[in-house]
């Protein structure tokens, strides 16, 4: 589910108004829209027209027309939806690294401090050495993919404020 939209004055134009007279006994009820998104495969989608329409057709997005009552409202809203679903969380493409990052990082936690356990002299100082570079690895494989999810999120505003800053921060590195 995308979003519902029910706006008491959705149905205020008058070429709205006349289409609804022409279908509905009631025209002036409210009209609610629950919108829901589905990712298909159009070639194998057999495209049929509902009972109001006279025939259904696929319209690259860029072509929308002007539509009735909030449509154009409703297919920005679900544009918006399913990029978001798109560049931020196509099918879980960054949770398979936070959950290894993690897992790894844990493993080198409890491992690091007893690897004198194990070994002494400098077998332990190298295993040592080996977990720490390994929970120093996990931790960028976790927080690289966050940071950039946290990219993914800014809104418009904060991206324009980000650009604008970044002569700060990269005096500051350096």
Not at 76 to 104: N, S, V
Request: proline letters at 5%; a positive charge; hydrophobic letters at 45%.
């Amino acid at each position: 589910m995308v979003y519902t939209f029910g706006d008491p004055d959705k149905i205020c134009k008058k070429y709205d108004q006349d289409w609804l007279i022409s279908i509905r006994a009631h025209p002036g009820a409210r009209v609610i829209t629950v919108a829901y998104t589905s990712l298909i495969n159009k070639e194998r989608f057999n495209l049929t027209s509902s009972s109001f329409a006279r025939n259904a057709v696929w319209i690259k997005v860029k072509d929308f027309p002007q539509l009735g009552f909030d449509q154009n409202d409703i297919l920005g809203k679900t544009l918006d939806h399913l990029k978001q679903k798109i560049y931020i969380d196509p099918l879980g493409r960054r949770k398979p690294y936070f959950l290894a990052g993690t897992m790894l990082c844990c493993i080198a936690i409890v491992m690091l401090p007893n690897s004198t356990a194990w070994f002494s002299g400098k077998s332990a100082l190298l295993l040592g050495t080996f977990f720490l570079a390994l929970m120093d690895a996990s931790t960028n494989v976790a927080m690289q993919p966050f940071r950039a999810l946290v990219a993914d999120n800014l809104s418009d505003e904060q991206r324009e404020t980000d650009k604008n800053e970044a002569p700060i921060a990269w005096g500051n590195i350096v």
